[in-house]
């Protein structure tokens, strides 16, 4: 009854009127304290409907084709992940960057050979994580950078929880080999110690030796991404509506919104209806993200691209999903920004925690 549940409450020191709401872990303490059994249900919302219609959507074997393995770079700071990517495309990136540190998350996809590889960029300053973790989720491979003359240093040991933590398989370049001072075995002793056996000592890491200077290495390391991508048979269904995660989204001037998205599964095209976090909109226009003026028709699985459309930026991180109807996806978009309205303002949902409930 409703006012055993505001006694309880009371003894907590919250005096609430019957209609006050409780939130999940209150009152599952509640429930708690008087042997309850709680079964919680959650409305039904539109948006429960239709976006776990789009995750419960299995592909059938005979709908998968093989697409592109993701690689991200991933390394503490300055240990050469844009040189290396740099010299991998054939690009000139890091000259131009402020302060010669990456602060973005950039993502390309390229040629090598008969294969196709979208690569992935992070930032490697501590100030960063959670563009770190980005990468890491959205990857299949992750590619650790140890600088030889370095080892392995704080944000090497956080790049290296985040893939575990996305249970991704990890290659390790271990560049400026050219530097005088590089001493590979101590930093294959110190990835040793951080659960990364080197293959060459029987364990089962790939470890290539590269200088993003003289272009050491590069090729072997070009050569290990694509035997990893080979084994592991990364395959998406490129006739689904896509599905995919913002990288990052800024307001241009003149574009409007531009977010760079990178399609999971499936093939995003020109004109399709996308939510994105608490944003929606349709796909005006994309751009290939190595050459900002050429404008593509589609992007399919694994394809990094810079979209124009949305309302708003989205969120770095947010999935994406292709709905059919516009207005389902502006009823998607205001029910989540309304409801991160709500959460900020907070304060009218009673909340008690665990530790309060104990110290009684
Ligand atoms: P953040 O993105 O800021 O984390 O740095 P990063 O890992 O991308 O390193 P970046 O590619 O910016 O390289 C940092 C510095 O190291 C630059 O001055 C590069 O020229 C230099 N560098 C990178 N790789 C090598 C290498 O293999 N040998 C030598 N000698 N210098 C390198
Ligand atoms: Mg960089």
């Not at 299949?140 to 240093?153: E, H, K, N, Q, R």
């Not at 760079?260 to 095209?269: D, E, S, W, Y």
Request: net charge negative; hydrophobic share 40%.
């Amino acid at each position: 009854p409703a006012q055993v549940v505001q006694r309880t409450l009371m003894s907590f020191g919250q005096m609430v009127t019957i209609n006050a709401m409780l939130d999940t872990e209150t009152a599952e303490l509640i429930a708690a304290e008087h042997g309850v059994d709680l079964k919680i249900k959650e409305p039904e919302t539109i948006e429960d409907t239709l976006i776990s219609q789009i995750e419960d959507q299995i592909d059938e074997d005979s709908d998968l084709a093989e697409r592109p393995p993701v690689v991200t770079f991933l390394g503490h700071v300055d240990h050469g992940k844009t040189s290396l990517l740099d010299k991998i495309i054939g690009l000139d990136v890091v000259s131009g960057e402020a302060g010669g540190i990456t602060q973005h998350i950039r993502a390309y996809i390229v040629d090598k050979g008969e294969k196709k590889i979208s690569f992935v960029d992070t930032p490697g300053h501590e100030a960063f994580t959670e563009m770190r973790a980005r990468g890491a989720n959205v990857t299949d491979i992750a590619v650790l950078i140890v600088a030889a003359d370095d080892g392995v240093m704080p944000q090497t040991e956080e790049a290296i929880s985040h893939a575990k933590a996305a249970e991704v398989p990890i290659i390790v370049a271990l560049n400026k080999m050219d530097v005088p001072g590089a001493n590979p075995e101590k930093a294959l002793q110190q990835l040793s110690q951080h659960g990364l056996l080197p293959a060459e000592w029987g364990g089962d890491v790939e470890v290539v030796k590269t200088s993003a200077i003289t272009g050491e290495g590069i090729d072997t390391l070009l050569e290990t991404i694509l035997l990893t991508s080979e084994i592991h048979e990364y395959k998406a269904n490129p006739n689904r509506d896509a599905v995919g995660v913002c990288l990052e989204a800024e307001q241009e001037s003149d574009r409007g919104v531009l977010a760079k998205l990178i399609v999971k599964n499936g093939t995003l095209k020109v004109g399709d209806i996308v939510v994105c976090g608490s944003t929606y909109g349709r796909v005006k226009a994309m751009y290939d993200t190595l050459d900002s003026r050429k404008r593509l028709e589609e992007a399919p699985t694994s394809t990094p691209v810079n979209v124009t459309g949305f309302d708003e930026a989205p969120g770095a991180g947010e999935k994406f999903y292709v709905l059919n109807d516009i207005a389902d996806a502006r009823e998607i978009a205001e029910m989540r920004s309304d409801r991160t309205r709500a959460d900020k303002l907070g304060g009218h949902t009673v909340k008690v925690s665990f530790e309060d409930f104990q110290e009684r």
